[in-house]
């Protein structure tokens, strides 16, 4: 139920978000409009034998669901992007039952442009999963300057640094709260409606011995109207996550691939 009520919350924010150039008066051409790109995607695999099946297959049931979602208003002198990535899967064989992916990430930035590379921001960021809902989960606010170094329909890639706070709670290690710093770079590349790429990198430093590294990489293809193949390769470590944690040892790393059903991939 929880699962549930988190996703049936986040896709009402979403909605609203969506809907929100309505307050803003849409009638006036002049007035900057929200763009909006997003995908939900759902995968699912499953083989079945008999008690009798003498091969060597065997029961295993997976899927996957995805929920990957956009929203910037770009006026004369602001930017405000928000983004939000909800990810969930399981694995069912004879004698396991594992969870294959979960995540539910939210970010939101908002840059003012006092000239073309001097762009004060201030941002928002927390980072969770449905597994043992909210626990832990990290939040991250920040400001300082952001660098657009591409921006045209084809690709975009921006570097954003600046001081940050972060407020970790977990029933493991505690409830942490730190001072540092934040690094992050996005990149987007698209191509003719049927090829996307997106990677996000996100470091956070306290000039000591807490370091968070979060690197995430997605490739969609289109295949077809309604299917979309997915790769995916997340690279994470967390000194706050499990105690004693160590640069490299500790580093954590997932590689996926899925192909399903999808809706409203792209503008």
């Given at each position: 139920m929880k699962k549930l009520g988190a996703l049936l919350f986040c896709l009402f924010i979403s909605a609203a978000?969506?809907?929100?150039?309505?307050?803003?008066?849409?009638?006036?051409?002049?007035?900057?409009?929200?763009?909006?790109?997003?995908?939900?995607?759902?995968?699912?695999?499953?083989?079945?034998?008999?008690?009798?099946?003498?091969?060597?297959?065997?029961?295993?049931?997976?899927?996957?669901?995805?929920?990957?979602?956009?929203?910037?208003?770009?006026?004369?002198?602001?930017?405000?992007?928000?983004?939000?990535?909800?990810?969930?899967?399981?694995?069912?064989?004879?004698?396991?039952?594992?969870?294959?992916?979960?995540?539910?990430?939210?970010n939101t930035v908002w840059i003012y442009r006092i000239y073309k590379y001097l762009q004060p921001y201030a941002s928002?960021?927390?980072?969770?999963q449905h597994n043992k809902f909210w626990d832990p989960i990290t939040y991250i606010e920040s400001a300082g300057f952001n660098f657009t170094l591409l921006d045209s329909p084809l690709n975009s890639l921006r570097v954003r640094t600046g001081a940050a706070l972060r407020q970790v709670d977990s029933t493991i290690t505690g409830n942490e709260r730190e001072v540092g710093a934040e690094a992050v770079i996005n990149y987007a590349f698209m191509f003719q409606n049927s090829l996307r790429f997106t990677s996000d990198f996100r470091l956070f430093d306290t000039f000591s011995d807490k370091q968070m590294i979060f690197w995430d990489n997605k490739l969609f293809l289109k295949t077809g109207p309604w299917f979309t193949t997915t790769f995916g390769y997340m690279m994470y470590f967390d000194s706050s996550r499990i105690p004693r944690h160590h640069w490299p040892d500790d580093v954590e790393t997932m590689f996926y691939i899925s192909l399903g059903v999808s809706f409203n991939m792209f503008n």
């Open positions: 978000v969506l809907n929100a150039e309505d307050i803003f008066g849409t009638s006036n051409n002049d007035l900057p409009q929200w763009k909006k790109s997003g995908i939900f995607s759902l995968a699912y695999n499953q083989t079945a034998v008999s008690d009798n099946w003498t091969g060597t297959e065997a029961f295993i049931r997976a899927w996957m669901a995805r929920f990957d979602l956009s929203v910037e208003r770009n006026g004369e002198k602001t930017n405000w992007i928000t983004t939000f990535r909800e990810a969930y899967g399981e694995t069912d064989t004879t004698d396991l039952h594992a969870v294959s992916l979960d995540m539910i990430e939210f928002f960021y927390f980072l969770t």
